[in-house]
């Protein structure tokens, strides 16, 4: 039995057979619309989302499967102490698999470690977000055609912005990418990131200016400041509209560059950027979809047909 609790659980071999089987989902959605017929997902959401969740229980369904589960901690037997261990045991009485969020980083893996069906981390803290790594990297390989040879630059949040030190982790394995770290000095991403790049002499440069940066960049990763993980609300709001990126900007970067964010938006960038054929992140929404798809299958261990 596979859990997912980072994307390094899969090697680069593996990914590509998701991603494979991702786009064949995309383009063949009928071949697989039973496949999942009689298992049940549960969606063990114990922080607010919005697309993770919905985004698997549209998977699961789309595949013929069933999903139960809560969407709020307050609505579970956590707000009566339950813990993440024995939650997990019911629910591998419930369901087949399990999609988990938590706000304490590790609680997933704690859950793996209990549990009896496939845990997949939908986000832990401040740590990891697989499933939007897995996302991100199924969007630049569908868009761009590769996962390599690449300088990203990744603005706003990243130290607390948990799909850029997934994405990271993830990237490092493919040849050739340069990383341009974008953040406010306080927001300045982990030293054991920096670190592991250093070890792995893969290249990079952190800036505080966006608009610098821009006509280097062949994918722009833009994040939201994560309200929910300041402990003042006066640095926030100090912080929180720091980068906006609008048309003008836009006009430093490469005609071919892609905009991606893993969402939700606050103000970091302008809606006037949505029309802009390079902005990427409502068709990185709906890749999304394909790739749960394709890990539902898979950590089940199911065939088409
Ligand atoms: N990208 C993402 O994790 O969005 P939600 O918080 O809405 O799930």
Redesign the pocket.
Same mark, same amino acid.
């Given at each position: 039995m596979r859990h997912l609790m980072s994307p390094l659980d899969f090697t680069v071999e593996e990914l590509e057979k998701l991603f494979d089987l991702a786009n064949d989902i995309e383009a063949n959605p009928d071949k697989y619309k039973h496949i999942c017929e009689g298992k049940k997902l549960a969606t063990c959401f114990y922080e !607010?989302? %919005? $697309? %993770? $969740?919905l985004s698997f229980e549209s998977a699961m369904y789309s595949l013929g499967g069933q999903v139960l589960g809560f969407s709020d901690a307050g609505s579970s037997s956590a707000a009566k102490g339950e813990s993440v261990s024995d939650t997990i045991r019911m629910i591998s009485c419930y369901a087949d698999i399990c999609a988990m $969020?938590h706000p304490k980083e590790g609680a997933p893996m704690v859950a793996a470690t209990k549990a009896s069906i496939p845990v997949i981390n939908? #986000?832990d803290g401040g740590h990891q977000?697989p499933t939007?790594t897995l996302t991100d990297l199924l969007t630049i390989r569908s868009l761009k055609g590769r996962l390599n040879h690449f300088t990203i630059g990744l603005c706003g949040d990243l130290k607390f912005g948990r799909?850029v030190h997934s994405l990271i982790n993830a990237l490092v394995r493919y040849e050739n990418i340069k990383f341009i770290f974008i953040s406010p000095e306080e927001l300045r991403i982990p030293d054991y990131i920096i670190d592991m790049l250093k070890a792995k002499n893969i290249p990079f440069e952190e800036v505080i200016r966006l608009e610098d940066s821009m006509p280097e960049l062949d994918l722009l990763y833009m994040t939201r400041v994560q309200r929910e993980r300041f402990f003042n609300e006066e640095d926030y709001v100090r912080l929180k509209d720091f980068y906006i990126l609008d048309k003008k900007k836009m006009q430093c970067a490469r005609e071919d560059m892609l905009v991606l964010h !893993?969402?939700?938006r606050v103000n970091e960038i302008s809606v006037e950027v949505d029309d802009d054929p390079r902005a990427a992140y409502f068709r990185q929404v709906q890749y #999304?979809v394909y790739v749960r798809m394709a890990l539902i299958i898979t950590l089940l261990e199911l065939q088409e047909g």
């Amino acid at each position: 039995m596979r859990h997912l609790m980072s994307p390094l659980d899969f090697t680069v071999e593996e990914l590509e057979k998701l991603f494979d089987l991702a786009n064949d989902i995309e383009a063949n959605p009928d071949k697989y619309k039973h496949i999942c017929e009689g298992k049940k997902l549960a969606t063990c959401f114990y922080e !607010p989302s %919005t $697309r %993770t $969740r919905l985004s698997f229980e549209s998977a699961m369904y789309s595949l013929g499967g069933q999903v139960l589960g809560f969407s709020d901690a307050g609505s579970s037997s956590a707000a009566k102490g339950e813990s993440v261990s024995d939650t997990i045991r019911m629910i591998s009485c419930y369901a087949d698999i399990c999609a988990m $969020r938590h706000p304490k980083e590790g609680a997933p893996m704690v859950a793996a470690t209990k549990a009896s069906i496939p845990v997949i981390n939908a #986000g832990d803290g401040g740590h990891q977000h697989p499933t939007q790594t897995l996302t991100d990297l199924l969007t630049i390989r569908s868009l761009k055609g590769r996962l390599n040879h690449f300088t990203i630059g990744l603005c706003g949040d990243l130290k607390f912005g948990r799909t850029v030190h997934s994405l990271i982790n993830a990237l490092v394995r493919y040849e050739n990418i340069k990383f341009i770290f974008i953040s406010p000095e306080e927001l300045r991403i982990p030293d054991y990131i920096i670190d592991m790049l250093k070890a792995k002499n893969i290249p990079f440069e952190e800036v505080i200016r966006l608009e610098d940066s821009m006509p280097e960049l062949d994918l722009l990763y833009m994040t939201r400041v994560q309200r929910e993980r300041f402990f003042n609300e006066e640095d926030y709001v100090r912080l929180k509209d720091f980068y906006i990126l609008d048309k003008k900007k836009m006009q430093c970067a490469r005609e071919d560059m892609l905009v991606l964010h !893993p969402l939700p938006r606050v103000n970091e960038i302008s809606v006037e950027v949505d029309d802009d054929p390079r902005a990427a992140y409502f068709r990185q929404v709906q890749y #999304g979809v394909y790739v749960r798809m394709a890990l539902i299958i898979t950590l089940l261990e199911l065939q088409e047909g």
